[in-house]
């Protein structure tokens, strides 16, 4: 990405096949200091490259040991990336608007939202989106991104194709500058084909 001057965002992720990472401050802040130097020492700055914590922290955690992390995330940062938050289920929306209620602690710049689980309509992906955006003017938040977009299994179809490009177009509407979509095949798990 940074070669190809694609913008890259970095997901420190806990999720390990089978477990979780779940790291001391002091651990985690040494991976972060460690990574974030190995990006700086191949060209990665704050206008190519950001980070993220965690995906979809809500499935083994509490919010209070997230956003722990997540203040130990950004101090090691130390204002040279980035950091956005959130990446919860799409369904938390309770954790997207605790999160939302202390942006201005300024452990993040970015809120990273899912736009995932169930959106298998235009008026499901509006209702979500309509959510999104009034936890972001509610709280004054300035920048908000979809890290993790639906790929509606069904892509290679026409109605799985019309449903990503609504959601990206919804996602435009409330004012994300990234929109991130995993093409995969659930069904298999396998990537989404050429055909």
């Known amino acids: 990405c940074i070669d190809n001057k694609i913008f890259l965002i970095v997901n420190i992720d806990t999720y390990l ?5 779940l790291p001391t401050s002091q651990q985690l802040r040494a991976f972060i200091i460690d990574t974030k ?3 700086k020492a191949i060209g990665a700055t704050k206008t190519n490259c950001r980070f993220t914590w965690d995906n979809e922290s809500n499935e083994y955690c509490g919010f209070d040991y997230y ?4 203040a130990v995330v950004h101090d090691a ?30 452990y993040y710049e ?29 709280f004054g938040i300035k920048r908000i991104a979809v890290t ?19 959601q990206i177009n919804e996602a435009e509407r409330i ?11 659930w069904t298999t798990n396998n990537e989404e084909g050429h055909g």
């Open 17 to 21: 096949t089978n477990s979780r990472w």
């Open 37 to 39: 130097n190995k990006l």
């Open 67 to 70: 956003y722990s992390c997540l």
């Open 77 to 106: 940062l130390n204002g040279e990336f980035d950091l956005g938050a959130g990446n919860f289920r799409t369904a938390r929306i309770d954790w997207y608007n605790t999160l939302g209620s202390k942006y201005e602690d300024g």
């Open 110 to 138: 970015v809120l990273d939202i899912h736009f995932q689980d169930g959106m298998n309509d235009e008026s499901a992906i509006t209702s979500i989106a309509g959510k999104f955006a009034a936890i972001k003017n509610g």
């Open 148 to 166: 993790e977009g639906n790929n509606f299994w069904n892509v290679s179809t026409q109605q799985g194709h019309d449903l990503v490009k609504y």
């Open 175 to 185: 004012g994300c500058e990234d929109s991130c979509i995993v093409f995969v095949n």
